[in-house]
């Protein structure tokens, strides 16, 4: 379980997020919000890529303070941007690369690259340049790249942004597929439908916290006030 407790940031003078507390407990976790309301900065703190001003982000009790590398092997982070994420020339190195730490015997190194390349139609490109994949590729290779490591946990800031419809449903199917537990920030409301619980992120605050036909209906009216 991700656990946040009176958790407050700022980006120097700024403050971004305040008064947060939450036990992410659900399988999948939505989070919703107008540009700017702190979304991507939430997901940061969750793997321990930020670190609160205030209060204390726990993983499965762990602090992201204290325990900074044991979390980040337990929870996955698919930036909004895949260049931010994609750093081998060639496919299969890319992914290759994040499992090196792992130690992994050379047949299940092998079998995991295979099996993300297949699921997300991959494979033909598996020895072509990274940088000459397509936006949505790209983005389905920045999640392979972190779904081939296995972590616990998976916070996804944005992961059907630059994706046609089919890619978008392929996400989507995987996502409800993985065994993991999932938190994804996403402007994609139709992608957050069938989660378990949806966050409306208003001013860096929670403003609502539901299941996503409620959330989503209170935060489609807040929009159009
Ligand atoms: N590194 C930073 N330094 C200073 N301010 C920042 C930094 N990153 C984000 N901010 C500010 O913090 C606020 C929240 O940004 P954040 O990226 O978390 O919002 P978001 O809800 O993910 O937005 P979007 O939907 O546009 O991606 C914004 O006002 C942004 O300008």
Do not use: W
């Not at 092998?110 to 997300?120: F, N, P």
């Amino acid at each position: 379980m991700i656990e946040l407790t009176d958790v407050a940031l700022a980006y120097g003078e700024r403050p971004v997020l305040n008064g947060l507390n939450l036990r992410l407990e659900e399988r999948r976790v939505g989070v919703v919000g107008s540009n700017g309301s702190g979304k991507s900065t939430f997901a940061r703190l969750l793997n321990g890529l930020l670190l609160p001003t205030r209060g204390r982000v726990t993983v499965d009790g762990l602090d992201t303070r204290t325990h900074a590398r044991e979390v980040r092997r337990r929870v996955g982070f698919v930036f909004q941007n895949p260049d931010s994420q994609i750093v081998f020339p060639v496919v299969e190195e890319d992914l290759a690369f994040g499992l090196k730490p792992l130690k992994l015997p050379p047949a299940e190194q092998e079998a995991r690259i295979s099996a993300v390349l297949d699921r997300y139609d991959l494979g033909a490109y598996r020895e072509h340049p990274s940088h000459h994949l397509s936006g949505g590729q790209k983005q389905l290779l920045a999640l392979s790249g972190v779904l081939v490591m296995q972590p616990a946990y998976l916070v996804l800031d944005e992961p059907t942004t630059l994706l046609d419809l089919r890619n978008r449903l392929r996400v989507a199917r995987a996502v409800r597929e993985l065994p993991q537990t999932v938190v994804a920030a996403s402007h994609d409301l139709d992608f957050l439908r069938d989660f378990d619980r949806v966050l409306v992120f208003e001013d860096g605050r929670v403003t609502v916290d539901d299941v996503p036909n409620a959330a989503l209906s209170r935060y489609v009216e807040r929009m159009q006030e």
